[in-house]
């Protein structure tokens, strides 16, 4: 029998129409984008359907944007019936997926989960205008050689590991003249590196004034103890008391996402089958990498739906 894992995507997967097909078909998911229009008291709707994209893509609209997607896709395909919550044995998410997993495992109300994704990209928005960061792919590269790399250029600036997505693919993140000197020279250790679009170092210790800025907003949102499995981007444990949610969610702005690691842990502990819920299709595209074996179903247009279904 399959064990399913439901997996939520982070940054970076927003794109604009997302979620509008699916609203359209499905009144929940309707629904949940009028709630979330509702609680921040404006249109996300409008920019999640319509952009424009420069808006959309910046990090304090995406992430409510995302995690509200990723919700009304959810309850879209509860709806449909294409899985129960209780098919689920465990869930996880990338970096803001996390927030959407511990929603979907029953730790957190939507209301008070959309409100803490809305002020942390808020405050990863201006922690990255405060400072010059900047995030860099590595391909080829595993802990070590990135390590050695972020070492090498250190005469630049400080960088550290931000991302271990999946075998042959890190990301760093810090001081931009180190990302882009880490750029020049990654050919020279075998490795192809691409600068990223992204609006700053994030997962590094430039989201410092980020994170100490969410831990009262932490502090104050009620949490439980999530009725499923919920594994932590920090250490690929899980999830259990709301004082530790509350750390790891603090640790992991400015602390490595070790998404491989979750997957890993997730397979180890019996889950035979995921689920991507969420705009676009990145986390199977690292799932494949990850264990190729491994059925991934994407759940993110209706065309998916019906495809599934």
């Given at each position: 029998?399959?064990?399913?894992?439901?997996?939520?995507?982070?940054?970076?997967?927003?794109?604009?129409?997302?979620?509008?097909?699916?609203?359209?078909?499905?009144?929940?998911?309707?629904?949940?984008?009028?709630?979330?229009?509702?609680?921040?008291?404006?249109?996300?709707?409008?920019?999640?359907?319509?952009?424009?994209?420069?808006?959309?893509?910046?990090?304090?609209?995406?992430?409510?944007?995302?995690?509200?997607?990723?919700?009304?896709?959810?309850?879209?395909?509860?709806?449909?019936?294409?899985?129960?919550?209780a098919d689920f044995v465990a869930m996880g998410g990338l970096s803001l997926g996390e927030y959407t997993a511990l929603h979907l495992?029953?730790?957190?109300?939507?209301?008070?989960?959309?409100?803490?994704?809305?002020?942390?990209?808020?405050?990863?928005?201006?922690?990255?205008?405060?400072?010059?960061?900047?995030?860099?792919?590595?391909?080829?590269?595993?802990?070590?050689?990135?390590?050695?790399?972020?070492?090498?250029?250190?005469?630049?600036?400080?960088?550290?590991?931000?991302?271990?997505?999946?075998?042959?693919?890190?990301?760093?993140?810090?001081?931009?003249?180190?990302?882009?000197?880490?750029?020049?020279?990654?050919?020279?250790?075998?490795?192809?590196?691409?600068?990223?679009?992204?609006?700053?170092?994030f997962h590094s210790a430039h989201m410092q004034p980020a994170a100490e800025g969410l831990r009262p907003a932490l502090e104050e949102?009620?949490?439980?103890?999530?009725?499923?499995?919920?594994?932590?981007?920090?250490?690929?444990?899980?999830?259990?008391?709301?004082?530790?949610?509350?750390?790891?969610?603090?640790?992991?702005?400015?602390?490595?996402?070790?998404?491989?690691?979750?997957?890993?842990?997730?397979?180890?502990?019996?889950?035979?089958?995921?689920?991507?819920?969420?705009?676009?299709?990145?986390?199977?595209?690292?799932?494949?990498?990850?264990?190729?074996?491994?059925?991934?179903?994407?759940?993110?247009?209706?065309?998916?739906?019906?495809?599934?279904?």
């Amino acid at each position: 029998m399959s064990k399913f894992a439901a997996i939520f995507p982070g940054q970076g997967a927003q794109l604009v129409g997302m979620g509008k097909d699916v609203a359209e078909r499905f009144s929940v998911a309707a629904e949940t984008f009028r709630e979330a229009d509702d609680i921040l008291g404006f249109k996300l709707s409008t920019l999640c359907f319509e952009g424009p994209e420069d808006r959309l893509s910046a990090t304090d609209i995406q992430q409510p944007a995302i995690f509200t997607t990723s919700v009304a896709l959810f309850r879209a395909a509860l709806d449909a019936e294409l899985f129960t919550n209780a098919d689920f044995v465990a869930m996880g998410g990338l970096s803001l997926g996390e927030y959407t997993a511990l929603h979907l495992a029953g730790s957190v109300e939507f209301a008070d989960a959309l409100r803490l994704v809305q002020i942390r990209g808020r405050l990863m928005q201006s922690a990255a205008e405060a400072s010059a960061g900047g995030m860099v792919s590595l391909v080829g590269a595993d802990e070590e050689k990135a390590l050695a790399l972020c070492e090498r250029v250190r005469e630049r600036g400080v960088v550290q590991p931000a991302n271990f997505n999946c075998p042959g693919q890190i990301v760093i993140s810090g001081d931009k003249a180190a990302c882009e000197l880490a750029a020049e020279v990654a050919g020279e250790e075998g490795l192809r590196a691409v600068m990223l679009p992204v609006a700053g170092a994030f997962h590094s210790a430039h989201m410092q004034p980020a994170a100490e800025g969410l831990r009262p907003a932490l502090e104050e949102t009620p949490f439980m103890v999530p009725t499923t499995r919920v594994v932590t981007n920090v250490d690929a444990q899980y999830h259990d008391q709301p004082r530790a949610i509350r750390e790891l969610l603090y640790q992991q702005v400015v602390s490595p996402v070790r998404w491989q690691a979750c997957v890993e842990r997730l397979i180890a502990d019996g889950c035979t089958e995921f689920w991507e819920i969420g705009p676009n299709r990145h986390l199977s595209g690292m799932m494949r990498k990850i264990d190729r074996k491994m059925k991934t179903t994407n759940v993110s247009t209706v065309a998916a739906f019906e495809k599934t279904g």
